[in-house]
């Protein structure tokens, strides 16, 4: 077809299904591993997982975490080490969801759920407070007024963290190198980002990526 | 006016209104057809390109266009402090009113052919389907697009910006180039039909396809003129003028508010008009069957198809075509399309001058072939030449 080609082209795109997915009338499934806002874990036994390190606020490019930890009193811990977080906050204004807070942690204490449609009214809003990043007492992240929450966003909020084995092995050993979350116990492993590996999902989600969304 | 039977015995007051009438529908239809077209593209260039397009103002985002002019009219209007306040002021309505009066000549109805000589009957009076038929209508065209390309070079040169002005001089070097292929595929009908008159163009071309001038002037300068056209109004593949990657936007960058919005309107007002040129010229104009009964009525529509095709084929080059760089458009534009239409002119005035005075055909088309292949010998030999020295310069540079 020479110089004429390119028409014929263009030609058979108008019989081509659209790839368009008009957005906030049609939403697409979210993947497992989706990078969403942040939640703290907390273990089975109710207490929080943060010991107050600030590893995640000195590795975050974005500068967007401030962490203050505080001693544990004796009667009355808040986790189960020496430390704990004392002020935990994270600015979703400047927050870019890269997880290398998730990656740093080393007590699996912060990791991040499926929420991403959430707009706030006011800068104080957008800082995150431990209160509100804190699991509640069921093991699910707290909704927060501004937040639009759809069916399953908040479950498995660690998929990430239990893909890669403890050695860092893109292939899961079949050795459980996690802690226990609160509401849910120690988790199944997913299976990796390894090409030949198939993650079975809960069946929750299961039912979730089989369809689009319709919200309409 | 002067062909128009409306005149013939005297201007009375109903004469007046007809004109008056005719006047508003045209302008009013081109309104509203462009606001269509710019939807229409739109929303044919996201089918070309697997994506929905408009479609939340209105059914099938129809107001979206209307969407846009409101929110135009409601924007500031800002002017740079270095530019000529009255130039920048002008140019706009420079654009806007040569695309209106460009269609005032174009004939969109009428019965032509077998008796009847394209006229309608509007409250007992015969008339023309077109605002004016002067009897220079095809250099009224003419001028109109080089008076538009004031329009974009004071544009760019009074908006005291250096993009602006970039994309005015590389408008008005491009329109210099390909209207002289434009006027020359003109020209060839012209001789074919024998007249400048758009109705006269029209009324050589009634009975049958064949009769067109797309075919009987031998495809050639059609295909030139549509080329020399797109080029004309600045769309792509020939979108230098406002080159987004280079120039911003172009001659308009320094355009906001309802200023903009002039610009914008002219441009695809340009389009449709040169649709409905090329439809006059090479196409018959609203010639087409009747089919049944209202004889006024099919032509226009056959003539509103011929133009819709054409308006697709213009969104068709731009989603297929890449941007030409400059010098590849003034290759094309010299040397290719002009030589081309100028030898093809040539051939077409001899096809019609040995008709008319019935000379050998031996004698006639060998010394057009001689003549041709000397022509040829000497433009190649130029060419080559050109590029040597292009090639030369290249080298020490």
Same mark, same amino acid.
């Given at each position: 077809?020479?110089?004429?080609?390119?028409?014929?082209?263009?030609?058979?795109?108008?019989?081509?299904?659209?790839?368009?997915?008009?957005?906030?009338?049609?939403?697409?499934?979210?993947?497992?591993?989706?990078?969403?806002?942040?939640?703290?874990?907390?273990?089975?036994?109710?207490?929080?997982?943060?010991?107050?390190?600030?590893?995640?606020?000195?590795?975050?490019?974005?500068?967007?975490?401030?962490?203050?930890?505080?001693?544990?009193?004796?009667?009355?811990?808040?986790?189960?080490?020496?430390?704990?977080?004392?002020?935990?906050?994270?600015?979703?204004?400047?927050?870019?969801?890269?997880?290398?807070?998730?990656?740093?942690?080393?007590?699996?204490?912060?990791?991040?759920?499926?929420?991403?449609?959430?707009?706030?009214?006011?800068?104080?809003?957008?800082?995150?407070?431990?209160?509100?990043?804190?699991?509640?007492?069921?093991?699910?992240?707290?909704?927060?007024?501004?937040?639009?929450?759809?069916?399953?966003?908040?479950?498995?909020?660690?998929?990430?963290?239990?893909?890669?084995?403890?050695?860092?092995?893109?292939?899961?050993?079949?050795?459980?190198?996690?802690?226990?979350?609160?509401?849910?116990?120690?988790?199944?492993?997913?299976?990796?980002?390894?090409?030949?590996?198939?993650?079975?999902?809960?069946?929750?989600?299961?039912?979730?990526?089989?369809?689009?969304?319709?919200?309409? | 006016?002067?062909?128009?039977?409306?005149?013939?015995?005297?201007?009375?007051?109903?004469?007046?209104?007809?004109?008056?009438?005719? /006047?508003?529908?045209?302008?009013?239809?081109?309104?509203?057809?462009?606001?269509?077209?710019?939807?229409?593209?739109?929303?044919?260039?996201?089918?070309?390109?697997?994506?929905?397009?408009?479609?939340?103002?209105?059914?099938?985002?129809?107001?979206?266009?209307?969407? +846009?002019?409101?929110?135009?009219?409601?924007?500031?209007?800002?002017?740079?402090?270095?530019?000529?306040?009255?130039?920048?002021?002008?140019?706009?309505?420079?654009?806007?009113?040569?695309?209106?009066?460009?269609?005032?000549?174009?004939?969109?109805?009428?019965?032509?052919?077998?008796?009847?000589?394209?006229?309608?009957?509007?409250?007992?009076?015969?008339?023309?389907?077109?605002?004016?038929?002067?009897?220079?209508?095809?250099?009224?065209?003419?001028?109109?697009?080089?008076?538009? %390309?004031?329009?974009?070079?004071?544009?760019?040169?009074?908006?005291?910006?250096?993009?602006?002005?970039?994309?005015?001089?590389?408008?008005?070097?491009?329109?210099?180039?390909?209207?002289?292929? *434009?006027?020359?595929?003109?020209?060839?009908?012209?001789?074919?039909?024998?007249?400048?008159?758009?109705?006269?163009?029209?009324?050589?071309?009634?009975?049958?396809?064949?009769?067109?001038?797309?075919?009987?002037?031998? %495809?050639?300068?059609?295909? /030139?003129?549509?080329?020399?056209?797109?080029?004309?109004?600045?769309?792509?593949?020939?979108?230098?003028?406002?080159?987004?990657?280079?120039?911003?936007?172009?001659?308009?960058?320094?355009?906001?508010?309802?200023?903009?919005?002039?610009?914008?309107?002219?441009?695809?007002?340009?389009?449709?008009?040169?649709?409905?040129?090329?439809?006059?010229?090479?196409?018959?104009?609203?010639?087409?069957?009747?089919?049944?009964?209202?004889?006024?009525?099919?032509?226009?529509?056959?003539?509103?198809?011929? %133009?819709?095709?054409? *308006?697709?084929?213009?969104?068709?080059?731009?989603?297929?075509?890449?941007?030409?760089?400059? +010098?590849?458009?003034?290759?094309?534009?010299?040397?290719?399309?002009?030589?081309?239409?100028?030898?093809?002119?040539?051939?077409?005035?001899?096809?019609?001058?040995?008709?008319?005075?019935?000379?050998?055909?031996?004698?006639?088309?060998?010394?057009?072939?001689?003549?041709?292949?000397?022509?040829?010998?000497?433009?190649?030999?130029? *060419?080559?030449?050109?590029?040597?020295?292009?090639?030369?310069?290249?080298?020490?540079?």
């Amino acid at each position: 077809m020479g110089y004429l080609g390119g028409f014929k082209v263009t030609f058979m795109k108008l019989f081509e299904e659209r790839v368009t997915t008009e957005y906030p009338k049609e939403k697409r499934p979210k993947p497992s591993r989706f990078h969403g806002r942040h939640v703290l874990n907390r273990y089975e036994d109710g207490m929080e997982k943060c010991i107050g390190c600030e590893l995640c606020a000195g590795v975050c490019p974005a500068r967007c975490i401030y962490v203050r930890g505080a001693d544990n009193s004796e009667s009355d811990p808040v986790s189960p080490g020496e430390r704990y977080g004392y002020v935990y906050e994270i600015n979703y204004l400047r927050c870019i969801h890269c997880d290398l807070c998730v990656e740093a942690c080393p007590t699996e204490a912060i990791t991040e759920s499926k929420l991403f449609e959430f707009s706030f009214a006011n800068r104080s809003d957008a800082i995150y407070t431990k209160n509100e990043l804190v699991v509640g007492d069921d093991g699910l992240p707290q909704r927060q007024p501004w937040e639009l929450w759809h069916e399953g966003d908040d479950l498995a909020t660690s998929g990430w963290m239990r893909a890669t084995a403890s050695a860092g092995n893109p292939d899961y050993e079949n050795r459980v190198g996690w802690s226990g979350e609160l509401g849910y116990g120690t988790r199944d492993p997913e299976l990796g980002q390894h090409d030949s590996a198939s993650d079975e999902k809960p069946e929750t989600l299961a039912h979730e990526h089989d369809q689009l969304e319709d919200v309409d | 006016m002067t062909g128009d039977p409306l005149f013939i015995d005297g201007v009375d007051l109903v004469d007046i209104g007809i004109m008056a009438a005719k /006047v508003l529908v045209a302008f009013t239809f081109l309104l509203v057809a462009t606001m269509f077209m710019v939807w229409f593209e739109r929303k044919l260039i996201s089918d070309m390109q697997n994506r929905i397009g408009p479609n939340v103002a209105g059914p099938w985002g129809l107001l979206q266009t209307f969407a +846009d002019g409101v929110k135009f009219f409601f924007k500031e209007d800002l002017r740079p402090e270095n530019a000529d306040p009255l130039v920048f002021r002008l140019a706009p309505y420079i654009a806007a009113v040569t695309a209106f009066l460009s269609f005032a000549v174009v004939p969109i109805g009428g019965s032509f052919g077998s008796g009847s000589s394209g006229t309608v009957t509007i409250f007992g009076r015969e008339t023309y389907l077109q605002v004016a038929d002067p009897p220079i209508g095809i250099l009224l065209l003419l001028a109109m697009s080089s008076i538009a %390309v004031y329009g974009v070079m004071l544009a760019g040169w009074a908006s005291g910006s250096k993009y602006p002005l970039i994309g005015s001089v590389r408008a008005s070097a491009q329109a210099i180039s390909y209207e002289a292929a *434009l006027g020359m595929a003109t020209v060839v009908v012209v001789i074919l039909a024998g007249t400048l008159s758009t109705h006269g163009i029209v009324a050589a071309q009634a009975g049958g396809i064949t009769r067109w001038f797309v075919l009987s002037s031998g %495809v050639v300068p059609f295909i /030139v003129f549509l080329i020399a056209a797109t080029a004309e109004l600045n769309r792509p593949p020939f979108d230098l003028v406002e080159a987004e990657q280079e120039l911003v936007g172009g001659f308009h960058t320094e355009y906001s508010s309802i200023r903009f919005a002039l610009f914008f309107l002219a441009e695809f007002m340009n389009v449709i008009t040169m649709s409905a040129i090329m439809v006059t010229l090479f196409f018959g104009g609203p010639a087409g069957p009747i089919l049944f009964g209202m004889t006024w009525f099919w032509p226009t529509v056959w003539f509103l198809l011929k %133009v819709l095709a054409f *308006l697709f084929v213009f969104v068709w080059f731009r989603a297929t075509l890449p941007r030409l760089r400059y +010098d590849q458009l003034m290759h094309l534009g010299w040397k290719l399309l002009i030589p081309l239409i100028l030898f093809w002119l040539m051939f077409i005035s001899l096809k019609e001058l040995r008709a008319a005075n019935d000379w050998n055909w031996i004698a006639t088309y060998g010394a057009a072939f001689i003549a041709l292949a000397i022509g040829t010998a000497l433009l190649l030999a130029g *060419l080559r030449a050109g590029d040597r020295a292009f090639q030369d310069e290249l080298e020490e540079a």
